[in-house]
């Protein structure tokens, strides 16, 4: 997975040198300029792409190649030749063994509080329980990075992450439609948070019509977690209000699934998860699992992307790099302080200026 | 967008449709510029931790085989985890 690259700083060694990007889209999959992901200094880039206008889109690339990525992987190893390409052995065995670091989640309480199952723990026990060979949709917020961790527990024949490159949230609905008629003879397991799951919920009676072999896995904390958990990390001391990203625990997901004809279940007890996904997951029609997780822990990749500052001349931008305040020409010419501590001085002499 | 709904109604007349180069052999796919591949490669070369990208148009069962073959072909500390990939 690519957040595996990543990992490299946090276990002493250094990230990539070089990245050749092929036949693979940019964006907020690839943590964008943040370098979080790919390294924004101190890597080159060869970047293949049959279209042009995607070379260069998040990062400047050193060699940007329009080409079919058979052609390029056929002219290169014409190029190159046989053997001769040196790696570093200690390179080579930090890269391999990337995606085989322990995870600190394996030792967390599989159940945070009664009924309220650990995201990550019910997430795996879900896809573990799931056959082998499915077109595995994963869509929503937090739920998303926790599924996209452990999406190799599912053992997919194929992964389709619906985030497309702005990080857009509901449209796995589409992306299971898609892929349900492209093969209807696997299974296609969509898996959304309970945030994500209002946008298209409706398409459930698409899949019931048209007999769709679709399993809807929610994954339910009742909140936005991404956006609550990162109004936490931003202002938890300075106002503990959080009207819109709370969700309510009223809302039936398997009730309404029932209603558009889907086979539906909750789930809360995390010895109930396997055998629901193993009936679930093999009906003749759609269904539906409503499983319910502790809505506490907070994703690292959510924490990632949250920079809290006080500083009063940075705009925070969650999900994005922070901003500079803009200072205003007009505000300049009549003040030489920038606006932010020209109001701060305002506030402290209590003087109306206006 | 607004179409006239006589046009939206209007039975097809299909011996009026242009229908391109559907039916006819795929077009060749965009090969690499020379030059474009002299320096991939050199920086292959120069590189010390290099990293391979790939997404949905770069590990279909059509171009797996490829990038797969390109890294065991080229490389010699990796053969024996392609291998494995390969199951040979």
């Known amino acids: 997975m690519i957040t595996e690259l990543a990992k490299p700083p946090y276990i002493g060694k250094s990230p990539p040198d070089l990245i050749i990007i092929v036949g693979s889209r940019t964006g907020t999959l690839t943590g964008a300029r943040s370098g979080a992901i790919l390294p924004n200094s101190g890597c080159k880039y060869i970047q293949v792409d049959v279209d042009g206008t995607e070379l260069g889109r998040s990062l400047p690339v050193d060699v940007g190649v329009v080409s079919d990525s058979c052609q390029f992987f056929h002219a290169l190893t014409k190029k190159l030749g046989l053997k001769i390409a040196k790696v570093d052995e200690d390179w080579a065995k930090t890269a391999s063994g990337l995606k085989n670091l322990p995870t600190g989640y394996e030792n967390v309480l599989k159940v945070m509080s009664p009924g309220r199952i650990h995201p990550y723990h019910g997430i795996k026990k879900a896809f573990s329980s799931l056959e082998p060979g499915c077109i595995l949709v994963i869509d929503g917020g937090e739920c998303s990075s926790w599924s996209a961790e452990l999406q190799e527990f599912a053992r997919p024949h194929l992964v389709l992450f619906s985030l497309g490159h702005l990080g857009f949230l509901g449209n796995g609905y589409g992306y299971a439609i898609g892929a349900a008629v492209a093969e209807p003879s696997r299974k296609v397991v969509m898996v959304q948070g309970d945030g994500s799951a209002g946008f298209h919920f409706a398409e459930l009676d698409t899949y019931s019509r048209h007999g769709l072999n679709i399993f809807t896995i929610v994954v339910n904390n009742y909140m936005w977690a991404m956006s609550q958990h990162g109004q936490d990390l931003m202002w938890r001391d300075k106002n503990t209000s959080r009207p819109v990203t709370t969700l309510s625990h009223e809302t039936a997901f398997e009730v309404a699934a029932r209603g558009f004809g889907n086979v539906a279940a909750k789930v809360s007890k995390f010895e109930d998860i396997e055998g629901a996904v193993q009936k679930l997951s093999k009906e003749p029609k759609p269904a539906l699992m409503n499983l319910i997780v502790a809505d506490n822990p907070i994703h690292p990749g959510t924490a990632a992307m949250i920079n809290p500052t006080d500083d009063p001349n940075v705009i925070v931008v969650p999900y994005y790099d922070n901003i500079p305040r803009p200072i205003y020409k007009e505000h300049e010419a009549r003040h030489p302080l920038p606006y932010s501590r020209y109001i701060t001085q305002v506030q402290k002499t209590n003087t109306a200026f206006f | ?88």
């Not at chain 2, 559907?22 to 070369?45: V, Y």
């Not at chain 2, 010390?48 to 080229?74: C, F, Q």
């Open chain 2, 1 to 88: 967008m607004d179409l006239p709904i006589d046009i939206i109604f209007r039975p097809v007349e299909t011996g009026r449709i242009s229908w391109g180069s559907l039916g006819k052999s795929l077009p060749f796919r965009p090969g690499p510029h020379p030059e474009a591949i002299a320096q991939s490669s050199q920086l292959i070369r120069s590189s010390k931790r290099p990293a391979l990208v790939t997404g949905s148009g770069g590990h279909s069962a059509e171009v797996l085989p490829h990038t797969i073959y390109t890294l065991r072909d080229t490389t010699e500390m990796l053969t024996h985890s392609i291998a494995r990939m390969l199951k040979l």
